[in-house]
């Protein structure tokens, strides 16, 4: 099948665009490469520390002639995601064993949950935590003794700071292991249910808890297609992950044998073998194409406009929200899942899932085929999906047919002819929304503007009853150089009541929502943002304010707007209290939003 065209020209411009930082980057990841089998340039006094409590794998160790494989962690049991990673490691090391490796665990990386943190001073950490866990990750690897690195995260900001760090040691394979979602707790329309009920004193505190438990009850990811899931979807489109490995349950005989292929798989492409395969060859401009595809495909969270951005800059390719946006256009939206469906992740992977998504995209031509994955030189081997044949693992070929079309279609028959996400640009700046779940009547909306500088103060406005006419919530002071940019879900049931009751209604923040805001209008991301100085710092209450989904505008709609000197904000109760007064510097330094607000890329 041809590539299409659209997605050909965002290619090449993404390829001309970084051409001279791809190539500085890859000049220096050859080089290391040149530089032969990294544990070949240590001394011996190097080598008996990095081996000194390996046991019966010292010789094999000290002969440098077996790969060694480097295991980077987020194993926390805070995280149900990453609970399972507790019995990794003895597996990892009995696989190893068996492939004729040995493997050492080279370091842990932090792995906060945004689900504990939503609404409270550590979310405030959150998006600072990606850069953290990169910088983490380059430190567990700067030891210099891996053949290959096996990454063990699953979460939102897991995922894209451990591909930061595998982009920064571009020289060295990567294989990304998951662990899995948990298994399908109530339904997601029947918590959101009573999470609203909630928000209007319709239920008492007990039943909100019941229903969070209910939702949230075992290992594994979190089942709603939130931030963690997408990320998973984006290892296996971008090729990191082994076929099919995304959304199998933890716990189960197909996951144990997934993640002992991913250990065999990570020895079998190192530079000792003879199908070398390292990271920063994989994470080239075709692999980032894919991953913005996979995303618009699916709905996934507008996290990753942040995200992938970022990831993208430590390999040396540059992303620009024009390229999300056009590429939106032009890929269908094909999955429906929680917030966009009533669908989890387990009904979506029963459905068909990501082998047939793969194959379709594919065969429409909005794939890059020839994209280099750990499991070869064609995207064509994430079309089959794993099976235990005998307890044997296999693979065959995916399903050819939804199996479920109120939950995944063919992209000839999608729920929409585009992606949903689109890019706002007036002059309040540039931000994205996603639309995928929105009602068509409610993509355009123009009304007066009520300010805030906070979550807490939008929630007081609701409760002392002051939202009775159309709003547009402008909720300033949310980027990362402000408070660290964290998520906005707790405004989703007041936001949610207020549209329930008549009311035309959007918000507008230079803060995160995710994919949370569902049904409500959230122009999100808005940069650069009211600390920098962005025009969202010129907004009064009663501004009439346009957010048009459909032409790709947010503007205000008041004379003399752009001489208006800026609003000021008392920022100071962002600087102390949980953790924050570690993150002075990542404040001050982080960069604006439209290109991943990162500080060490």
Same mark, same amino acid.
């Given at each position: ?70 295991? &980077? ?65 380059? &430190? ?53 249910? &009573? ?79 003879? #199908? ?7 994470? #080239? ?34 992303? #620009? ?122 993509? &355009? ?54 549209? #329930? ?101």
């Amino acid at each position: 099948m041809t590539l299409h065209p659209v997605i050909a020209r965002v290619t090449d411009r993404i390829r001309a665009r970084s051409e001279a930082t791809r190539g500085l980057y890859l000049e220096r990841m050859g080089k290391a490469v040149s530089d032969g089998p990294v544990r070949a340039h240590l001394s011996c006094g190097n080598q008996a520390h990095a081996y000194a409590a390996m046991g019966a794998a010292k010789p094999a160790l000290a002969a440098a002639k077996a790969p060694n494989l480097g295991i &980077v962690t987020a194993y926390n049991d805070m995280l149900s995601a990453h609970q399972p990673y507790e019995a990794y490691p003895a597996l990892i090391r009995g696989a190893a064993a068996k492939a004729g490796a040995t493997v050492q665990v080279a370091g842990g990386v932090p792995a906060m949950c945004d689900g504990v943190t939503q609404g409270q001073p550590g979310m405030e950490l959150s998006l600072f935590s990606r850069d953290v866990i990169a910088l983490a990750a380059g &430190v567990a690897l700067s030891h210099n003794c891996f053949d290959a690195a096996l990454y063990l995260g699953v979460c939102d900001k897991i995922v894209p700071g451990l591909v930061m760090a595998a982009a920064a040691f571009g020289h060295v394979p990567a294989v990304f292991v998951p662990a899995g979602p948990m298994t399908s707790g109530i339904p997601n329309d029947e918590k959101s249910r &009573v999470r609203n009920a909630f928000a209007e004193g319709r239920a008492s505190r007990e039943e909100l808890m019941a229903a969070e438990m209910a939702s949230y009850h075992g290992p594994g990811t979190c089942t709603f297609y939130g931030t963690a899931n997408t990320n998973q979807m984006l290892m296996e489109v971008m090729g990191l992950h082994l076929p099919g490995a995304s959304f199998v349950n933890p716990g189960t005989p197909l996951r144990e044998a997934l993640t002992v292929a991913a250990v065999e798989r990570a020895a079998a492409i190192t530079a000792l073998g003879n #199908d070398f395969r390292p990271a920063g060859e994989i994470l #080239d401009e075709r692999a980032y194409v894919n991953g913005i595809v996979g995303l618009m495909a699916t709905g996934g969270s507008t996290n990753l406009v942040l995200h992938l951005p970022a990831m993208a800059r430590a390999s040396g390719v540059l992303l #620009d929200l024009q390229d999300f946006a056009d590429l939106s256009e032009a890929v269908p939206l094909m999955a429906k899942v929680y917030p966009n469906g009533l669908a989890d992740v387990n009904h979506f992977h029963a459905a068909g899932g990501l082998q047939f998504l793969i194959g379709q995209l594919l065969d429409a031509g909005l794939l890059h085929p020839d994209a280099r994955t750990v499991a070869g030189d064609e995207l064509a081997a994430y079309r089959r999906e794993p099976v235990l044949t005998g307890g044997r693992l296999a693979w065959r070929d995916g399903p050819g047919a939804s199996l479920n079309d109120r939950i995944l279609r063919p992209a000839a028959t999608p729920f929409a002819a585009s992606g949903g996400l689109k890019l706002l640009a007036g002059n309040l700046g540039r931000g994205v929304i996603k639309v995928s779940a929105v009602a068509p009547e409610r993509h &355009v909306i123009e009304a007066p503007a009520r300010v805030f500088h906070s979550q807490n103060a939008v929630k007081a406005a609701f409760r002392a009853g002051e939202f009775t006419a159309d709003t547009v919530v402008v909720l300033r002071f949310q980027g990362p150089q402000a408070n660290g940019m964290p998520e906005l879900h707790s405004l989703t049931p007041t936001l949610s009541v207020l549209q #329930d009751r008549g009311l035309k209604v959007a918000l507008v923040t230079d803060g995160r929502m995710s994919g949370a805001s569902g049904k409500v209008p959230a122009a999100i991301h808005v940069s650069p943002e009211a600390a920098a100085g962005g025009p969202l710092a010129r907004l009064r209450d009663g501004d009439l304010i346009r957010l048009d989904a459909v032409a790709g505008t947010l503007s205000v709609l008041a004379e003399g707007f752009e001489a208006r000197a800026p609003a000021t904000a008392d920022l100071s109760a962002n600087e102390h209290g949980i953790g924050r007064d570690l993150f002075a510097a990542f404040r001050r330094h982080a960069g604006p939003a439209d290109t991943g607000a990162a500080l060490v890329i």
